[in-house]
């Protein structure tokens, strides 16, 4: 999502807009000019820049829609985020170490069980409880192995949407706290508040702060507010991202090494039973 081209289009419009401006032609052609990509690439349809777009688009009172652009133009949004790159480095790695576990599991089944099985019948074997609970259980491990990994991968992608400021749908809602959701919507928020009230969809409790600003102070509060909640947002996040996958990764960790125990464990009986 490029919020700079979306601030381009809204200084075009604002720039080139008179009493008679059809402003849904104008920004559709603004939004499909070459000068537009030197901003950032095309916005998606479901994206919430484009629903923005349609929304001021579709305002008939001329004054209203000039006066929405125009608060647009002159916000700042902030587009960084705290992602770290050793946050997508630890996500690949959980994927590798996944894969390579997967990759055992199957050549436990493919090799050392029916192997095992053949020298379990010519010789007496003590019990052997993690080999055989493994033996019972290696196809359901895989599978929580292989969710779990699937899930921190969901989860660190939603992260990275909720700090790009796009609308997130119910079930994303579902895998983080009441707090990043809070603070998600205050940013959503305040993003559709410089539209009519008719038009808006979100609203928050800084939505009603900010509708009781004249217009010489609003840039400056909306900027500083929108300023403390992206920064809050993304620590939160930063933070959240470090605890699943840090979870999901010791849980990784124990399963793989009780699965290699379980290997080792018909070999150290065999060498006891030789010596």
């Not at 790009?164 to 940013?187: D, R, V």
């Amino acid at each position: 999502m490029s919020w700079n081209r979306f601030q381009y289009i809204c200084r075009e419009v604002v720039d080139s807009s008179t009493e008679n401006t059809n402003f849904s032609c104008t920004i559709k052609n603004i939004d499909s000019s070459i000068q537009s990509d030197f901003y950032g690439k095309p916005f998606l349809k479901e994206s919430f820049t484009s629903i923005l777009l349609n929304k001021m688009s579709q305002i008939t009172a001329p004054k209203e829609a000039i006066a929405s652009i125009n608060k647009y133009r002159n916000l700042v949004i902030t587009q960084e985020s705290n992602f770290e790159q050793k946050n997508k480095r630890s996500l690949i790695y959980l994927v590798v170490v996944g894969f390579f576990f997967c990759l055992l599991s199957l050549l436990f089944q493919q090799t050392l069980l029916p192997s095992f099985t053949k020298v379990q019948a010519a010789i007496e074997f003590p019990k052997l409880v993690h080999f055989y609970w493994f033996e019972q259980h290696i196809a359901l491990m895989t599978t929580v192995v292989l969710f779990t990994i699937f899930m921190a991968v969901i989860v660190v992608y939603q992260a990275y949407k909720m700090s790009q400021k796009t609308l997130m749908s119910k079930f994303s809602k579902l895998l983080f706290p009441y707090k990043i959701c809070l603070t998600h919507q205050n940013i959503i928020s305040m993003l559709e508040h410089p539209l009519p009230v008719d038009a808006r969809e979100h609203t928050s409790d800084i939505s009603g702060y900010l509708d009781g600003l004249n217009n010489q102070r609003y840039i400056e509060e909306w900027n500083s507010i929108f300023n403390y909640q992206t920064l809050k947002l993304n620590e939160m996040l930063e933070v959240y991202i470090k605890c699943i996958l840090s979870f999901v990764g010791l849980g990784l960790m124990a399963v793989i090494g009780n699965f290699i125990y379980a290997i080792y464990q018909p070999i150290m009986s065999l060498q006891g039973l030789v010596l």
